[in-house]
C-alpha cells in the first residue's frame, strides 16, 4: 500500500476545495489508509450524462467511488471516495472541481402584525393561488395547514406522507402560512402567519436531528425545481445554513439556490444564528441572488423603530464583503405551529403554547415570515421576477435606528403596502 502524502492535494489545490483540503490533511493516521472514504461532490465541467459518469466511475474504480446522487442542477454527483479515487478524479479531464458534502443544521437559538401583517384576512393579501416550498425537517399535518400540504418530498427517509420528526419544518411552515384555526383570541386569530391562504410543499432535506448533508439540500432545491409547474411553487424558504468555507461561486449549496432564482424561483434563506460577531453570514445565506434574512427582537412592541436585532442574529458582511442580509424581521420568542411527539416538543416541554402551538427563536422563524410575505406579493402580482420581488421588498423596509447596516441588511421587513385598494 503507497504511503499517504500530501503532494497531490498541493498539486491538484485548484480542484479541491477548502474544507475537503482541510479535512484530508487533517484526517488521523488511521483515516489515511486507502480504503477510509470521504462524502463529496463532484462537480463536472459539461452536464452529467449517464455515459460520462459511468465512464469515469470505471475510470476511478467500481469500488472507490460509489455513488449516492445526481445533482443534475449543479452538473454533480455526491458519494464516497477513497484517497486513491480522490487523486484519480484530480487527474480526470471531465471534473471541475470536488467539494466535501459538508452538513448544513437548522437555523433555531408576535411578530406578524409588528411587521404590518395584520390577524384578520380582510382587506389585505394572504397568498391565495401561490405555493411556498419549506426545505427543512419535514411539516406535521397540522390542524392550521389542513388542505394545504399538497405536496410532500422526503429526501432523507423516502417516506411518501407528510410527517416531522423534529418540529422545526412544521414551526417554520407555520410562521409562512398558518391559519391559527385553534388560536381564537378575543378579536381575531393570535398565531396567524404571513401568508394564512398559500399552499404549502414540504421536503424534508434534514434529519430527526435537524442536521441534512449539502448534497441531500441541493436534491431538495432540484425537486423544487423539476416540479415547480406541476404544484405551482414560487417560493423556496430554507431556513437552515452552515459555515460558509468558499467564495459563493465555488459553493455548491450557492450554485443550487442561484440555479433556482434563475428559473424564477423567489428563494429566501436564513442569516444565520452566529452572531453578533461580524462575517458570520451562513451559506446558502452568501448567495447574492437569495433573498437573506437576518432577526430582530420585536419585544412585543408594534412600533417597529422599536425593535432590535436580535443578539444571534448573524452579522454582514458576507465573507467575501457583500452587504448581507437583506433585510431582518422578528425571530425572538415566535409562537408558531407544533408538531406533537417531534423531537423538539420532547425536548422542549415548557415551550409547548396550549394544545397545538409552540415558541421559538431564531433566523429560522424570521426567514418564513419573508417567504409569507413574497407569497403576498406574488398574489397581488403574478408576473413579479424573483429579482422584483428582493428590489420591492428592500424598498419597502423601515430602518432601524442606531443599528449597522450590516446588522440589519435593508432594514426590517414592513409589508404594509401590501394591503388591498
Not at 448544513?104 to 411578530?111: F, I, R
Request: glycine share 8%.
Amino acid at each position: 500500500m503507497a504511503l499517504y502524502t500530501t503532494d497531490w492535494i498541493r498539486q491538484h489545490k485548484h480542484l479541491l476545495d477548502l474544507p475537503l483540503r482541510k479535512g484530508l490533511r487533517r484526517a488521523s493516521p488511521q483515516t489515511k489508509k486507502e480504503n477510509a472514504r470521504y462524502p463529496v461532490i463532484v462537480q463536472f465541467k459539461k452536464k452529467t450524462l449517464p455515459s460520462t459518469i459511468q465512464s469515469c466511475k470505471k475510470q476511478w474504480g467500481p469500488s472507490s467511488f460509489i455513488a449516492a446522487r445526481r445533482l443534475g442542477i449543479i452538473k454533480a454527483i455526491s458519494g464516497t471516495a477513497t484517497l486513491s479515487c480522490l487523486q484519480k478524479m484530480c487527474e480526470s479531464k471531465h471534473v471541475e472541481r470536488i467539494y466535501l458534502n459538508q452538513k448544513a443544521k437548522m437555523s433555531l437559538d408576535v411578530a406578524a402584525p409588528s411587521v404590518g401583517l395584520t390577524k384578520s384576512t380582510t382587506n389585505r393579501f394572504t397568498g391565495k393561488g401561490v405555493t411556498i416550498a419549506i426545505l427543512d425537517t419535514g411539516i406535521y399535518p397540522h390542524p392550521d395547514l389542513k388542505g394545504r400540504i399538497i405536496a410532500f418530498r422526503d429526501i432523507i427517509r423516502k417516506r411518501t406522507k407528510p410527517y416531522d420528526d423534529n418540529g422545526h419544518g412544521t414551526h417554520v411552515a407555520g410562521c409562512a402560512a398558518g391559519y391559527g384555526n385553534n388560536s381564537k383570541g378575543k378579536v381575531a386569530r393570535r398565531f396567524i402567519g404571513a401568508a394564512p391562504h398559500a399552499k404549502l410543499v414540504g421536503v424534508k432535506v434534514l434529519a430527526k436531528d435537524g442536521q441534512g448533508n449539502f448534497d441531500d439540500i441541493i436534491a431538495g432545491v432540484q425537486w423544487c425545481i423539476r416540479n415547480r409547474k406541476k404544484y405551482g411553487i414560487r417560493v423556496l424558504n430554507l431556513s437552515l445554513g452552515a459555515e460558509p468555507l468558499s467564495h459563493n461561486k465555488n459553493d455548491p449549496l450557492c450554485q443550487a439556490v442561484a440555479r433556482a432564482v434563475r428559473v424564477g424561483l423567489v428563494t429566501v434563506v436564513c442569516a444565520g444564528n452566529n452572531g453578533p460577531n461580524r462575517r458570520t453570514i451562513y451559506t446558502p445565506g452568501i448567495c447574492p441572488t437569495a433573498i437573506t434574512v437576518g432577526a430582530t427582537d420585536d419585544r412585543n412592541k408594534l412600533k417597529q423603530t422599536a425593535h432590535k436585532i436580535a443578539r444571534f442574529s448573524s452579522r454582514g458582511p458576507s465573507i467575501y464583503g457583500q452587504l448581507k442580509p437583506d433585510l431582518v424581521a422578528p425571530g425572538v420568542n415566535i409562537t408558531s405551529l407544533r408538531a406533537p411527539g417531534s423531537f423538539l416538543d420532547r425536548e422542549l416541554v415548557r415551550h409547548r403554547v396550549g394544545r397545538w402551538y409552540f415558541t421559538l427563536s431564531g433566523c429560522s422563524m424570521s426567514t418564513p415570515l419573508v417567504a409569507g410575505t413574497v407569497a403576498c406579493m406574488l398574489e397581488e402580482n403574478t408576473k413579479l421576477t424573483p429579482r422584483q420581488v428582493k428590489s420591492r421588498l428592500l424598498q419597502h423596509t423601515v430602518h432601524l435606528v442606531k443599528t449597522n447596516r450590516y446588522a440589519q441588511g435593508n432594514g426590517e421587513l414592513n409589508a404594509r403596502f401590501l394591503k388591498k385598494k
